[in-house]
């Protein structure tokens, strides 16, 4: 059964930095992309950013380009979100989802999605 658990969420202030993380289990991921998707209340969800997991290639949205990194660990399966300079707009439910694309934007192309981890950032 394939698990992806997101952490490191909490509430910061604007111009802080956060780092989150989803542990990958259940699978081999070899051919998958890693992403993080998040949604803000009475929002759709948002791509933010994915990893190719054998590659290392990443891609990131517009809106936190510049800002946010993300990385993985193979051999602990693990992927890693680095934000930093956060804005309040940033604020939602980030959760990871992982999928037989190519740094697809489109969550209905990831066949696995896990649970989240609320970012809050506010002053």
């Known amino acids: 059964q394939v698990q992806l658990v997101a952490s490191g969420g909490g509430l910061v202030q604007p111009g802080d930095s956060l780092r989150l993380s989803c542990a990958a289990s259940?699978?081999?991921?070899?051919?998958?992309?890693m992403a993080w998707f998040r949604q803000a209340p009475g929002k759709e969800s948002e791509f933010v950013g994915g990893?190719?997991?054998?590659?290392?290639?990443?891609g990131f949205s517009d809106s936190v380009k510049g800002r946010f990194t993300i990385s993985r660990d193979k051999s602990k399966s693990t992927i890693l979100l680095q934000m930093n300079s956060l804005k309040p707009e940033d604020t939602a439910v980030y959760y990871c989802?992982?999928?037989?694309?190519?740094?697809?934007?489109?969550?209905?192309?990831?066949?696995?999605r896990g649970q989240g981890t609320q970012v809050t950032v506010s002053s």
């Open positions: 989802a992982a999928g037989q694309n190519w740094l697809s934007r489109d969550i209905d192309r990831y066949e696995y």
């Open positions: 259940g699978r081999s991921f070899s051919g998958y992309t």
């Open positions: 990893i190719r997991f054998i590659e290392g290639t990443s």
